[in-house]
Structure formats: structure tokens, C-alpha cells
């Protein structure tokens, strides 16, 4: 900002002050003549001397701005801040005046009016709130998978349609079936002596033979022979396990 100190107007209210001390004590008493006539303005069109006080402005920041009248059309203001000058602004030729200091704007109008305001750092926007609607919703929690359970072989085992114990101890297990009837023979200490069906109808153990019958109709039954030693017997058994027949062989 420019600085300038008004020596003009202080010099001219000096010079004023000398020239009363001056005029001769007769001039005091000459009230009932004619006023002097006004020092017209000098003819080249300045102020010069002819600045006075128009009025104090209130700034925008607190600080004080005087504006005087430097002559038709023509101000000035002198911008003071804590009591010091800090700058003098002037309005010439119908232009207003511009200043500037610490933040603060001023502008002197050629009508002398001052227009002030304080620069203000822009304030931060707020961050806008989270729109509840599109707040992205937690991805679910997947649940553990289950482990499998092994699958329990099922027991595949038929129970037999009948049980007998054969006269030699050893047992028989009858499994009914029109197109593949079976039977299971046991020893008797549980071993496994041998299976007869239609393919394989015979078995034998320790001197015995065993049969599967086709009757005929689907009708089966299962005939035990003893040993030759023992006179061949036989046992004939229906698939219910009942004795249905019984054969002595004859001696000679």
C-alpha cells in the first residue's frame, strides 16, 4: 500500500495561523465592514489547499478510514489501523480508489463513500454423511460346510428263512428264492462247510453229502446222507426246515 503524509494540508493550516498573528491590531475592530471576499481555487484545477474533513468511516475489520475533500470531485481517505496510518487512498478523475492490507479491502468511490470487507479463508466443506440406503451391506458369513457323513455300508446280509441242526451236528441256513434258491452249511464249531445252489447242489464233509432238490413247481428241499460206514441214511428237509422224509438204507 502507498503511505503519504498531507504536508500540503498541514503547511496551509500553519501558514494560516502565522498570518492572524500578522494582520494589524486595527483589523480586529473592523467588524462592521465588508467580509473579505473567498480565496478563489487556483486556476490550474488542483485542490491544493482546499482538502477538508468530510467524515470518519468505520471499516470492515474495526479500523478507521478519514476522508476528506480535496476539491470538486476529488477525495481522499487516509486508512488508520491501532491508531497508526497505514495507507492513504485518493479518488481522482471519477475512478474510485482501491487499497488493501492484512486481509482487509477498501474502496474509495469518487462520491466519497468507502466500501470495505474482510477476506475470509473458505470455510471446509463437510464431508457428507453416509447415505444409510446405499451403505454396502456386510457380505453374510458363509456357514461351515457340514462334513460328510461316511456312509454306513448297510448289512447287505439276508437273515435265513430257516435253521436247522442236521444229524451230524452241523447246521443248515435256508434262503428261499424261486429262481435261486440257496443253502448255507455250517460246521460246528462255526467254520464254513460250503453253499449249495443250482449250479452247485452238492457238497460233502468228513464222510456226509449234501444235496439241494429241485421237487419241481419251485419247490426245493435239501437231502443229508451219513457215511456208507454208517448204512447211507438219509434226511430229506423242505425249505421251512421241517423233516419231510426219512430214508434207511437196507443192509444186506
Known sequence: MRVTRRSARTAAVATGAVAALLLPAAGAFAADGPDPAPTAAPSDGTAGDQSVFWRNVDLADGSLAKVY??????????????????????????????????????????DGTVRSWVETAPKPKPEPKPDPSTKPRPKPVP????KPVPEQKKNTVRAADAR???PDGNVAQFFKSKSWPRVELTAKNGGHI?????????????GWTYKLVDAGKHQYKLAAIDTPKQGANSW???FQGKLVEKYVAQRA
Open 194 to 206: 460250503g453253499s449249495l445252489d443250482l449250479k452247485h447242489p452238492t457238497a460233502a464233509h468228513h
Open 164 to 166: 436247522i441242526t442236521l
Open 236 to 238: 430229506v428237509y423242505d
Open 143 to 146: 456357514k461351515p460346510t457340514p
Open 69 to 110: 475533500q480535496d476539491g470538486p470531485g476529488r477525495f481522499s481517505a487516509d486508512i488508520y489501523a491501532g491508531g497508526s496510518l497505514i495507507d492513504t487512498l485518493t479518488s481522482t478523475g471519477g475512478k474510485p480508489a482501491y487499497g488493501q492490507h492484512n486481509g482487509l479491502h477498501v474502496v474509495l468511490q469518487p
